[in-house]
């Protein structure tokens, strides 16, 4: 079992920057891939960034060039450095790892990008 817990949501003005994190408890040992998706008001959630333990990464095209994603030292942590926010990016963001085959998520964290 694994448990996830993100972290370092809020308002921000377009243009501004924002850290995620994203916490992983349990057998993290067997985790293989991390990653954040987003859910905009009234849409499907979807990829933003993918990492592996190999730390190969796969970005969508909407946010390459602006946002990082990034292991910690003990693979437990993953963060997602978004910078130069635009207003659709606004959603909930959810941590995702994935583990002998199986997707865990997290609760989500809610970014609101707004001037």
């Known amino acids: 079992q694994v448990q996830l817990v993100e972290s370092g949501g809020g308002l921000v003005q377009p243009g501004g920057s924002l850290r995620l994190s994203c916490a992983a408890s349990?057998?993290?040992?067997?985790?293989?891939?991390m990653g954040w998706y987003r859910q905009a008001p009234g849409k499907e959630r979807e990829l933003v960034a993918k990492?592996?333990?190999?730390?190969?990464?796969n970005y969508s095209e909407s946010v390459k060039g602006r946002f990082t994603i990034s292991l910690g030292n003990a693979k437990n942590m993953v963060y997602l450095q978004m910078n130069s926010l635009k207003p659709e990016d606004t959603g909930v963001y959810y941590c995702?790892?994935?583990?002998?085959?199986?997707?865990?998520w997290g609760q989500g964290t809610l970014v609101t990008v707004s001037s």
């Open positions: 995702n790892a994935v583990l002998l085959g199986v997707e865990v």
């Open positions: 349990g057998t993290i040992f067997s985790i293989t891939s």
């Open positions: 990492i592996t333990h190999d730390e190969d990464v």
